[in-house]
C-alpha cells in the first residue's frame, strides 16, 4: 500500500489540475445522466487521468469509477484487489462553482478500504491515509498527522445545499455547524477536528465513502450506515450506499445522541 501513496497522490492533483482546467471555461459540458445526476467535462477529464495512471501503475488491478459502468456482480465478487474512484465529488458544487469538490481514490482489498486520498483542487489540499499507518493532511508540500476532535461543543459537518431540518430531526443534542460541499470533504473535516459528526441523508455511491472511510478511522473516528452497522464494498449488485454517518472521537457516544428513527417518534 505505502508504495501506491504517493503516486495516487500525484493521480489525484492531476486530475485536480484537468478539473480546475474546465473550472475556468464557460461552458463546462454539464448534462444530467441517465440517473438523474449531473456530469461534467471535469468529471470525465479526472477519469481519464485516474483511469489511465491507475492501470500504468498497477494493470492487474480492476477499477472500479462512477464514471465508468459498472459490471455485474458476478464479475467483480471476487476480487480480492481493486481501485475504487470518485473522478470528482461534488459535480453540483461544481457546477455553482463552491470550490467544494475533490477527487477520491480508494484501494479496496478483501471488500475494506485500505488506502484513501482525497484531493481538494480548489484548496490545492490532500488529505490521505493507509490501514494502519495514520491519517494525514498535505498543504504546499507539507505534510502533518490529523486527528479527530475530543470531546467538547458538539459541531455537526452540514450541506451548503441541504435544508439543516433533514438531519437535525435524528439528532438528540444541540449542537452548532459549519457547512461544507462535497460529501468526501465533510468526511474529511471531521478526520481533522473541525466537526464531530456528518449525516449523510440522500443517494451516494460507495465511491463517496471508501477513501473517506480509511481516513476517518485512521484519525480515530468511524463510518457505519445509519442503524450503526459496517457498511459494504462490493457485496451487493448495486453499489448505491444507505444513508451513513460520519463519526468523530468516540468519547460522544452517537449512539445516544443519533437516532435514526427519529422521524418515525
Known amino acids: 500500500m505505502q508504495s ?5 497522490i500525484t493521480l489525484a492533483e492531476q486530475a485536480g489540475q484537468a478539473i480546475m482546467a ?5 461552458d463546462i459540458g454539464a448534462r444530467e445522466k441517465s440517473d438523474h445526476t449531473p456530469v461534467t467535462a471535469a468529471d470525465l477529464a479526472a477519469n481519464e487521468v485516474l483511469t489511465a495512471g491507475l492501470q500504468a501503475l498497477a494493470p492487474d488491478v480492476p477499477i472500479m469509477s462512477e464514471e465508468t459502468p459498472i459490471p455485474p456482480l458476478e464479475s467483480r465478487q471476487h476480487w480480492q484487489r481493486y481501485w475504487l474512484l470518485d ?12 470550490g467544494d469538490f475533490a477527487v477520491n481514490i480508494a484501494l479496496v482489498e478483501n471488500n475494506q478500504p485500505v488506502l484513501g486520498v482525497i484531493h481538494w483542487p480548489a484548496k490545492g489540499v490532500t488529505y490521505f ?12 508540500g507539507r505534510d502533518e498527522p490529523i ?22 430531526q435524528y439528532l438528540n443534542s444541540q449542537f452548532d455547524t459549519v457547512a461544507l460541499g462535497s ?18 441523508v440522500g443517494p451516494t455511491g460507495e465511491w463517496d465513502t471508501g477513501a473517506s472511510q480509511v481516513i476517518v478511522e485512521e484519525a480515530g473516528g468511524c463510518i457505519t450506515d445509519a442503524e450503526f452497522n459496517p457498511l459494504t464494498y462490493n ?11 460520519v463519526m468523530g472521537h468516540p468519547d460522544w457516544q452517537f449512539q445516544k445522541l443519533i437516532n435514526p428513527h427519529q422521524r418515525e417518534q
Open 4 to 8: 501506491y501513496l504517493e503516486p495516487c
Open 22 to 26: 474546465i473550472y475556468q471555461q464557460d
Open 87 to 98: 473522478p470528482m465529488d461534488g459535480t453540483g458544487e461544481f457546477i455553482l462553482e463552491s
Open 129 to 140: 491515509a493507509t490501514h494502519q499507518g495514520g491519517a494525514f493532511k498535505r498543504t504546499d
Open 147 to 168: 486527528s479527530v476532535a475530543p470531546k467538547g461543543t458538539l459541531t455537526l459537518a452540514v450541506s451548503r445545499r441541504q435544508k439543516i431540518e433533514a438531519v437535525s
Open 183 to 200: 460529501c468526501s470533504l465533510k468526511a474529511c473535516i471531521v478526520a481533522e477536528g473541525k466537526a464531530d459528526c456528518f449525516l449523510r
Open 235 to 245: 457485496q451487493r449488485e448495486s453499489t448505491e450506499n444507505p444513508d451513513f454517518i
